[in-house]
């Protein structure tokens, strides 16, 4: 599909966000600080209009007959939209990610050079229904100093317009500008937006992989996005097998829908028979379909896994199940069919584990625990901006740190570079504190 | 230009370097330091046939009537060749960036999550002319255990495969793998490269604008790369003249052709006839033809500027000159029309400067000094992958930083995460030491 250029107002309204994004990038930790409080204040005081905008997208829902899977995404009552209140107030109170000095180094006497944390600048942010997140994200680009484009599924339009309408009200209630959020509505604008480059400066699909991708391949933006998460875990033949039992169930049935949620389950065929023994009846009292290949299948699993099942995102209770001779024939098939998300061992062996942990290179390579500890506020970053899959920085889940580049900041006294050409002058190349 | 799909024998080709790869990322440092220092010395031994096939290759560009610009680059004398290899030895002596730990958290007691730099895995790496590139950025790649897959200029040729075959020829002579270089020569395999997603996990290319470009936009892989540099210095009215004229003749005439070299000049109507009238016979005598607006040819710059001028990198000894009402008015020209790049402010007065250096969204914001200073060498990091004028980390002036990644390793006892979600076990989230 070619996507069509932005219109000239979608390239205005975007300039708009984008000025107003560069005051508020001048603003103090103080001031942002007190907008995403006024934020939650004003999501607070818009509590009963919010509700009922939901209502209407629920009905609208329920007559274009949407899946339970989407309405229950969709659906914002009383208790969610607190939690979502609660979690504002609470990216206010994280630490400040801007005026990080991170590098300081004198070049020569007189010629120092800074490298300090500032914002983005502008966010493009495209959610399939959730309304919950465009508060969420909304709340993390203003605290770290960013503007933001955000675009909401179609089945949660009255919602959405409903947030945003309280937002901007509050940043209108403090010294940010208002200007710094401006809702998308059309699919032309949220295509419009791939187009916006030099205004947005990072893409966050909050959505399905095809949608993920589909992004990727139609914007020079950069996106901040996982495609797939096909999670493994192997379980050694020096695991403890009850453990190793409880992370994998935890692991699948936890919240099968998550990308951090297991597909495949490596046994190692020196304690398969045992494992399987334990495993079969309990992923069957959970729900949970087996896949197995032949040799699994030998041990009681009960369908047979096809070539397409290693590779398959069932984002549901099915598991594949492999048997494998070794560690390596483990890290042989998840080099072919893992998607570099978090893949897990079970093992009570030092040697297999650091072998492990050193040889799989995915974002998460976790030892004798739940690959469903891959998320931001779990590994402690107290906000989520996403989880990535690519292989360059920021990688695995995204805290705040996602919303935040760096600026290299030089003064000297008149110190030019022919000097160090001819050898006038030379580099001290001094570290100097942070 | 639709961009064809790799041969199977490139991706073949591509699945050998990343294994190699795969196990360059398990050495150890003193080993990947021990096969940068083989690939110097056989570049060393290779000496005679390197230089024989560089006058091989410009012998032939002489017939096809290259440009002497491109013949510059192309030459690879004696000196420019041992002073290749000699950086090929300061890249060995580079401290490690593997193994670092960014991040140390304790999740909940036994829970343990780390923060580890890594390889990124496999770089591709596009160049137009400059043979000498090809050894500093093949050592970085080694240093930094990554597998590189390299396509030189189809007019250096003869000259990449002489490097290649040396350099391949020294990690034979180590424990790392000439598997993990590969030298693409034709320009098939250098467009399959840009569909290697999963086997190549960042694209570096050292070329024109165009090429840079070309290359965003036909890829989803990751790009490192600058596709302008337009450049600019404001002199305040509270400069120093004869310091802001030195800093604005090094900024423009050291090297026209770098992408830090400045492209518009803005000065302040307070003091821009005085400086105009140091600064027109400066460039004069330089050889720098001079483009003004109105204000600026009133003051005795010849030639008009269009507006066209100000969004062009001239990479040659043409400047443009602006003279602007005050420090916003020099804002809005950079916002308007700057690439992001480097930008520096000439001027003695302290509140001047910092609302330069906060508000300016450059990579790099400069006071009192060139903007030729932006570049990894100057930057204190020892060497320079490139330089980035994407909003993103890495930004401005690369070093191996721009080749390493990170991965979380999470090390626990039979933790699941639905003890935290019933609140069964809570989260410590304690720092620990790095």
Redesign the interface.
């Known amino acids: 599909m070619a996507v069509p250029d932005p219109s000239s107002d979608l390239i205005q309204r975007a300039a708009v966000v984008r000025r107003a994004a560069?005051a508020l990038?001048?603003s103090t930790d103080a001031q942002r600080q007190l907008a995403v409080v006024a934020m939650a204040d004003a999501l607070e005081a818009a509590r009963e209009s919010i509700l009922e905008a939901n209502r209407a997208d629920l009905d609208a829902a329920a007559l274009e007959g949407l899946t339970p899977a989407l309405v229950a995404r969709l659906k914002l009552d009383a208790a969610k939209l607190d939690a979502a209140i609660a979690g504002v107030r609470q990216v206010a109170a994280l630490a400040d990610p801007l005026g990080r000095r991170q590098l300081h180094?004198e070049?020569d006497q007189g010629?120092t050079?800074e490298r300090i944390t500032?914002p983005?600048?502008v966010v493009g942010v495209i959610f399939e229904a959730r309304p919950d997140a465009v508060m969420q994200i909304a709340s993390l680009a203003i605290r770290s100093g960013n503007g933001a484009l955000l675009k909401g599924g179609r089945e949660a339009s009255a919602s959405c317009a409903a947030i945003l309408e309280a937002l901007r009200g509050g940043l209108a209630a403090s010294v940010v500008s208002a200007g710094c959020l401006e809702l998308l509505t059309s699919r032309e604008e949220s295509l419009g937006l791939l187009k916006l480059d030099g205004l947005v400066?990072?893409i966050i699909p909050r959505g399905s992989n095809e949608l993920v991708r589909f992004i990727?391949?139609n914007t020079?933006i950069?996106v901040l996005g996982h495609a797939d998460g096909i999670c493994h875990l192997y379980v050694d033949q020096a695991a403890?097998l009850p453990?190793a039992l409880?992370?994998a169930?935890?692991s699948k049935i936890?919240y099968p829908a998550a990308c951090n949620a297991i597909e495949t389950l490596l046994v190692h065929q020196a304690v398969a028979a045992d494992f399987l023994a334990l495993a079969i009846p309990a992923f069957g009292q959970a729900g949970v379909e087996l896949r197995g290949d032949a040799a699994a299948q030998a041990l009681g699993v009960e369908n047979p896994a096809t070539e397409a099942d290693w590779g398959t995102e069932y984002s549901d209770l099915i598991l594949a199940v492999k048997v494998v001779a070794d560690l390596e024939g483990a890290l042989g098939h998840i080099?072919s069919h893992g998607s570099r998300h978090t893949d897990a061992i079970c093992t009570t062996d030092q040697a297999t584990?650091d072998r492990f942990?050193?040889?799989v290179?995915?974002?998460?390579?976790?030892?004798?625990?739940?690959t469903?500890?891959?998320d931001g506020f779990?590994?402690?970053f107290g906000a989520e901006v996403g989880i990535s899959t690519?292989?360059?920085?920021p990688?695995?889940?995204v805290g705040l740190e996602g919303l935040v580049?760096?600026?290299?900041?030089?003064?000297?006294?008149?110190?030019?570079?022919?000097d160090?050409?001819s050898g006038a002058r030379c580099?001290s190349?001094r570290s100097l504190p942070l």
């Open positions: 560069m990038g001048q180094t070049l010629l050079l500032v983005l600048g400066d990072l990727q391949d020079r950069p403890d453990q409880a992370v169930l935890d936890q080099r584990a942990l050193a040889a290179d995915s974002a998460g390579v976790y030892l004798n625990c739940s469903r500890f891959a779990r590994y402690g690519q292989t360059l920085p990688r695995g889940p580049t760096y600026r290299y900041r030089l003064r000297g006294d008149g110190h030019v570079a022919g160090y050409a580099f190349h």
